[in-house]
T-cell receptor, first 112, second 115 residues
């Protein structure tokens, strides 16, 4: 059974600081996704990572994937309040799978 | 505008009632999905469908039923057999070919409360 673990689950950080959210998964997968969720809202797709060593960047967020270590990271650079949200990573359980397994999410609060 | 719509936004259910949540997409996606989200939790898969007239159970299908009579529509019925249905329900859709296939796009959600 595929397990997806994120840490930390809660993160309070000051504006301007850098931090990294980690996503570990337990079985081989060829696709990993990062989503953002604002309170009471739906999920917004942030990044799609499809291969070992993949790195994607959008603004102050950068995601990377190491398939050998079964690890993805979401790095936040010079945080701003607008980044406050819950971030989820999600992984398919294998080639051809349609079952996406989500981590529990990391709730990020950026404080002035 | 292409997208996924869910209705209603809020739904209240009495004990013993069946209720149906609507999900419609105009993205021409073959696959559709239903997830449940409880407070402070990730999403759990209820049902998914890769093609019209076919669907598979996810991790928590008990007490739920679905149909897929049209490509655009994937309604979810929460039956009285679901003992704890209060949650946020999210519908998603994806392609099944091309790159990056299977990237799932989500609707705005339905918040169901049992009275």
């Amino acid at each position: 059974e595929l397990k997806v673990e994120q840490n930390p689950l809660f993160l309070s950080m000051q504006e301007g600081k850098n931090y990294t959210i980690y996503c570990n998964y337990s079985t081989t997968s060829d696709r990993l996704y990062w989503y953002r969720q604002d309170p009471g809202k739906s999920l917004e797709s942030l990044f799609v990572l499809l291969s070992n060593g993949a790195v994607k960047q959008e603004g102050r967020l950068m995601a990377s994937l190491d398939t050998k270590a079964r690890l993805s990271t979401l790095h936040i650079t010079a945080a701003v309040h607008d980044l406050s949200a819950t971030y989820f990573c999600a992984v398919y359980s294998g080639a051809g799978s349609y079952q996406l397994t989500f981590g529990k999410g990391t709730k990020l609060s950026v404080i002035p | 505008d292409g997208g996924i719509t869910q209705s209603p936004k809020y739904l209240f259910r009495k004990e013993g009632q069946n209720v149906t949540l609507s999900c419609e997409q105009n993205l021409n996606h073959d696959a559709m999905y239903w997830y449940r989200q409880d407070p402070g939790q990730g999403l759990r898969l209820i049902y998914y469908s890769q093609i019209v007239n076919d669907f598979q159970k996810g991790d928590i299908a008990e007490g739920y039923s679905v149909s897929r009579e049209k490509k655009e529509s994937f309604p979810l019925t929460v039956t009285s057999a679901q003992k704890n249905p209060t949650a946020f329900y999210l519908c998603a859709s994806s392609r099944t070919s091309g790159t990056p296939y299977n990237e799932q796009f989500f609707g705005p959600g339905t918040r169901l409360t049992v009275l």
